[in-house]
């Protein structure tokens, strides 16, 4: 469904992604893990033309695009086809929660502001905030404030949703409902690709783990291959930072 070949990205003389080469079946939850800097984000970016690779191809359901080549044609219906949850939320502070999900659906999807609406109360409704759309985002707390994010993404009916983690802007104790809401989004099959430091949250949730070091993929398989099984040093190293007896927990601790 997604299929990504020698994607490479500067910044100046900077090199940040040294030929990614990255493959996601449809229903797939891909995380990317790797210590901070290391061009997750970027890589993320770079999907939906948020970031200019320099180089690179990628394939996306019926799309097939040169980086180098791409065309603003392009770029629209890349960015149609997928969305992005971000770290800070990226609310329009003037705007309530129902105008903030509704926004995107008029902007980029052409939609009408009766059929917006009721698509941002049906995604209101799944992540528990159907008491807030009329309330601002400075009346909301971090947690509530990034399921609104959440709501917004899914609104889109996007073939691919983007988490650029999305609970490190959180207080600790909001953390976990917004896990909740994310895992509830996993359950009906959504393509997922997926950045954190939560690696408990990783290890239950994931088809697949990709281990980025200084710009490169340096292991990817499944859970079990990358947190039980790798035999990787640096992967090793990265995971060793983590109470790694930890790493086996129940879905209860992990939202706890």
Not at 133 to 162: M, N, T
Not at 228 to 235: G, H, L, Q, V, Y
Request: one cysteine or more.
């Amino acid at each position: 469904m997604l299929s990504i070949k020698d994607l490479r990205l500067s910044f100046k003389d900077n090199e940040i992604l040294k030929g990614i080469d990255l493959e996601v079946n449809k229903g797939d939850v891909v995380t990317l893990i790797g210590p901070s800097g290391t061009g997750k984000t970027t890589l993320l970016r770079c999907i939906n033309y948020l970031e200019k690779p320099a180089k690179g191809n990628i394939i996306l359901d019926d799309l097939n695009i040169d980086y180098e080549k791409i065309t603003k044609k392009e770029i629209l219906a890349l960015r149609r086809k997928t969305a992005m949850v971000f770290q800070q939320y990226n609310l329009f502070k003037n705007k309530t929660v129902i105008e903030n999900v509704m926004e995107p659906q008029m902007i980029v999807q052409r939609k009408s502001r009766k059929e917006a609406y009721e698509t941002s109360v049906e995604q209101l409704d799944k992540v528990g905030l159907i008491d807030k759309l009329e309330s601002y985002p400075s009346q909301l707390s971090g947690g509530q404030q990034q399921r609104v994010s959440i709501a917004r993404a899914l609104a889109l009916k996007p073939e691919v949703v983007l988490f650029d983690e999305p609970t490190s802007a959180l207080d600790p104790e909001l953390v976990g409902e917004v896990l909740k809401v994310i895992e509830n989004v996993v359950s009906t099959g959504m393509t997922i690709v997926l950045v954190t430091h939560e690696m408990s949250f990783a290890q239950k949730i994931s088809t697949k783990i990709v281990f980025m070091d200084k710009g490169n993929i340096v292991e990817e398989g499944s859970s079990k291959s990358i947190f039980e099984d790798s035999t990787n040093a640096r992967t090793k190293e990265f995971l060793n930072h983590f109470n790694t007896n930890k790493l086996n927990v129940t879905k209860e601790e992990v939202y706890a």
